[in-house]
């Protein structure tokens, strides 16, 4: 899949993630809805051939809700990127991209890592003032995602 100018837009747009996780090669979607008693809202997908017990790649949308308060609301972003960041610093992953990417809406950030015999690219991208979307893509049992596949990831931090 090539993404368009306006493709990080394109896929803040809950009708788009079937078809971003289809080119992804995960076009079962296999949950959604809101979890931690609302603190996030996420979508799952898997491969069409895989099951939930069994499967080699996933692909999974989180929204993470923000204050409306622009400083309180970069500070959470801020946070939550820490977070993902810390807690695969943690598991002792190996990183071979770790970059953060100004937008207008605030700092976006690009993770391509293994850990644990997961290969993960994820994008943490500001989608509104009040939302930061992460889009990750997660390889295991010996799968490892096409270059173009973590290209694709990546591309939705471009700033618009």
Known sequence: MILSDSSALGAAIPTAWDSLAGSLGC???????????????????????????????????TLYPLPGDPDAGAAQARAILDSLTGAARKAGAEFRECVTIP????????????????????????????????????????????????????SLTAPK
Do not use: C, M, W
């Open 27 to 61: 076009s079962q979607k296999v949950s959604q809805g809101e979890r931690a008693e609302g603190a996030r809202y996420v979508t799952e997908y898997l491969p069409r051939d895989q099951s939930v017990s069994n499967h080699t790649r996933s692909f999974t949308v």
């Open 103 to 154: 937008t207008p809406l605030g700092d976006a950030a690009f993770l391509d890592y293994s850990t644990g015999g997961e290969h993960i690219a994820a994008a943490a991208v500001p989608i509104s003032p009040g939302t930061l979307a992460l889009y990750q893509l997660t390889a295991r049992n010996g799968a490892i995602p096409s270059l173009s596949d973590v290209l694709v990831v990546r």
